[in-house]
């Protein structure tokens, strides 16, 4: 499967710990996502990498939430001290940087928090 | 700021219907690229289509068709004889030439349910 990958796929975790999850992208990519998507809505941007720079940093993403991509590969979504509104999918996404924009972005199955 | 409004929350039709699913954008952009997504139960979000704002000609590929025009802000999707598996929530995005990492924002989403 050369698709984006995410894992776990699913985690309940009691309020007030910290939740890692894992976005491995498609292989030649070299820009990579971060969005959230609570139940009914569509999916809301967080924060991209290109290579390992941390670009864009959504408001959204409050300084509970870290997030890394150390060698321009794979990425971490940490989130400390989680909250019941926490609870949400997140979602990783990959695409190609060929320096014009308008590249397509591709999702992974996503991540699916439960904060109790 | 952009904005992607799906007027329609749900849809219900018989299996071989038609259906055709609005949406709206807003731009200030004159360069911007528009995207149907389509997200099974299992959460993944698929890239179907993509379209340039520089091209409105509409195509159709396979039993998928849309229509671009951007005199009215639109970009409408339609499915033609419709199928069981085509049940799913479809997300309408935009993502402007001038945004950093091309970053997408998503309507709502319309929820389709196919009956056999």
Redesign the interface.
Known sequence: DTGVSQNPRHKITKRGQNVTFRCDPISEHNRLYWYRQTLGQGPEFLTYFQNEAQLEKSRLLSDRFSAERPKGSFSTLEIQRTEQGDSAMYLCASSPHRGHSGNTIYFGEGSWLTVV | AQK?TQAQTEISVVEKEDVTLDCVYETRDT?Y?L?W?KQPP??????LI?R?SFDEQNEISGRYSWNFQKSTSSFNFTITASQVVDSAVY?C?L?E?KA??????????TRVLVKP
């Open positions: 992607v360069t690229y995207f997504y299992s959460g993944e979000l698929v890239f993509r340039n997300f995005a993502s030439a950093a990492g091309n970053k997408l924002t998503f309507g709502g989403g």
